[in-house]
């Protein structure tokens, strides 16, 4: 059972086993629930993403949800490598602030995240058009 609590519509898009016999999943969601203490929401128009991490018996271990009000965010591929570091990759629709210019982006399509074994946010990258954003999240 991923998720507890709320009344959220989710899809799920990808799995990919993680090396401690565990297992990462992917996809997105509408609506709100709550998880390991957590309440996650996509407000009025969005949907966003989410990476959830379940240990080898089942149990969720954790969740995080990427995208913002009035977005887009679809989480449709996962990879672990060797040491639990988890990639994620997908679409982001919608308009965002580049932090190393200031200026906003509009209809940004390809997305990558990258998380640690523990679920700690890494960086993320965006694509418009023939540049990439990283951003730390």
């Known amino acids: ?70 977005t887009t965010a679809k989480a449709e591929r996962v990879a672990v490598d060797a040491a639990g570091n988890v990639l994620v990759a997908g679409t982001f629709t919608g308009t965002v602030r580049d932090p190393a210019t200031g200026r906003w982006l509009d209809d940004i399509q390809p997305m990558i995240a990258g998380f640690d074994w523990l679920g700690d946010a890494e960086k993320a990258a965006i694509f418009s058009g023939n540049a990439m954003r990283v951003f730390r999240l």
């Open 1 to 70: 059972h991923l998720f507890v609590g709320g009344k959220a519509f989710v899809t799920g898009a990808a799995l990919a086993a993680t090396p401690d016999g565990g297992m990462v999943s992917v996809g997105d969601f509408t609506g709100s629930f709550q998880a390991l203490g957590q309440n996650f929401t996509a407000g009025a128009s969005t949907t966003r993403a989410f990476t959830a991490k379940h240990g080898a018996n089942g149990t969720l271990q954790w969740v995080v949800a990427m995208g913002a009000n009035g």
